[in-house]
Nanobody, 117 residues
Framework: QVELVESGGGLVRAGESLRLSCAAS????????MRWYRQAPGKERELVAS???????NYGDSVKGRFTISGDTAKTTVSLQMNGLKVEDTAVYYC???????????WGKGTLVTVSS
């Protein structure tokens, strides 16, 4: 079973930047989309950003203009560059990959991002 592992989380101050990375423990073929989700304490999980195998990107309204998603389907890696972090960006960030070949999604266990004021 292929696993996704996120890295790059940590504690930063408002206005600073972080780069999250996600890598698979093995090869995932037939990738359709790679996404980053986040879940803040007491809130539901929300979509942060997505990128298709063709490179089309989409962002949640709260992060547009600040976050940038990039991915490499051949290497099965996806990253999230987060600039201008705000306190409200504090959450556990999860990597997600959907594969046509697998017929479903892979999830990472998450990495915690804490933004202080």
């Amino acid at each position: 079973q292929v696993e996704l592992v996120e890295s790059g989380g940590g504690l930063v101050r408002a206005g600073e930047s972080l780069r999250l990375s996600c890598a698979a423990s093995g090869v995932i073929v037939g990738i359709h989309m790679m996404r980053w989700y986040r879940q803040a304490p007491g809130k539901e999980r929300e979509l942060v950003a997505s990128i298709t195998s063709g490179g089309a990107t989409n962002y949640g309204d709260s992060v547009k203009g600040r976050f940038t998603i990039s991915g490499d389907t051949a290497k099965t890696t996806v990253s999230l560059q987060m600039n201008g972090l705000k306190v409200e960006d504090t959450a556990v960030y999860y990597c997600n990959i959907y594969s046509w070949s697998y017929g479903g999604e892979y999830w990472g266990k998450g990495t915690l991002v804490t933004v202080s004021s």
